[in-house]
């Protein structure tokens, strides 16, 4: 056998066994928080991915995750193709992985630190350090924006974990807590009918939770996804994912309005970014 053919055996016998141990091509992996039951979630997403899995072509599998720690872990890990979560979140993975966001639930999300209105000695937000705070625990947003108000971790105020915005609220007129961290919107209604707090602190208005795509994800399939989710086909996939929020459609969402809000996962463990890659936190 001459040199020549001998080296393009050699070279046979080496690609052949590569090109037959090529994994198939794996299904895209849709998540989201959890917030539900397996049962409650797989009912609101398994929906949506059999929807997406029609429109792109393509299997999208639900991955149900039973806890925070292991779905930030995935999160780190960039283990999802497609998500539904929070707009910090979101950013978060476009600073780190190139993400980009899809539609997004239309109304806009700003948070407000509320006080009793006879407390007279907190006239600001940074009056609260060392204080008890009624909130979500991390890595809810409404308490990462406020974590992210205070620079030095050891003058940061004490989170008092509630499970819901009313028992924030409830925590203050009862004592339990100094203040309340609270979406603006739902204080409003809270407050409208006692007038027994007053706000002390306001974000700006920011874009709402959303699906998010990894590169992986071709721009034609985003397109794909976003169409069919803002489809009439797709108003009845997420029937069950609006109602959750009062949301009677998904809207189209851009980058520029996701872009920097990555840096609210700051005092999220393993989540720091670089300051490269964050916006100014001006509120």
């Known amino acids: 056998m001459s040199q020549f053919r001998k080296k393009v055996y050699l070279l046979l016998c080496l690609l052949f066994p590569a090109i037959f141990s090529l ?17 409650q979630a797989d009912a609101v997403y398994n929906p949506i ?16 995750v039973d806890n925070w720690l292991s779905y930030e872990s995935d999160v780190l890990k960039d283990k999802y ?12 993975r476009m600073a780190k992985y190139g993400w980009s966001p899809i539609v997004k639930l239309p109304a806009e999300l700003s ?3 509320a006080v009793s209105n006879t407390n007279t000695s907190i006239k600001n937000l940074t009056d609260l350090e060392g204080y008890p705070i009624c909130g979500f625990s991390p890595p809810n947003l409404a308490t990462l924006v406020v974590q992210y108000q205070f620079t030095n971790p050891s003058r940061q105020p004490n989170i008092i974990a509630v499970k819901t ?10 004592g339990k807590c100094v203040a309340a961290i609270l979406n603006a919107k739902i204080y409003k209604i809270l407050n ?8 002390v602190f306001r974000s700006k208005p920011m874009a709402n939770q959303a699906f998010s795509a990894s590169p992986r994800v071709t721009p034609q399939m ?13 108003l009845a996939a997420t029937q069950k994912l609006r109602a959750q929020f009062k949301a ?20 999220v463990w393993g989540f720091d970014l670089p300051s490269s890659s964050q916006q100014p936190a001006a509120q």
């Open 192 to 199: 409208g009918k006692t007038q027994a707090m007053r706000v």
């Open 49 to 64: 991915a059999q929807l997406l899995s029609k429109a792109t072509g393509q299997k999208v599998t639900y991955k149900f």
């Open 222 to 234: 985003r397109n794909q996804i976003a169409n069919a989710l803002l489809s009439p086909e797709g």
């Open 165 to 174: 915005f009313p028992d924030a609220y409830q925590g203050v007129l009862s």
């Open 111 to 113: 948070i407000v630190v």
């Open 81 to 92: 193709d497609i998500v539904f979560d929070g707009p910090a979140f979101i950013g978060w």
């Open 248 to 267: 009677k459609q998904f809207v189209p969402a851009t980058d520029q309005e996701y872009s920097g809000l990555g840096r609210y996962m700051r005092d």
């Open 23 to 39: 994994p198939a091509r794996a299904d895209l992996i849709l998540s989201a928080p959890p917030r539900q039951t397996e049962a």
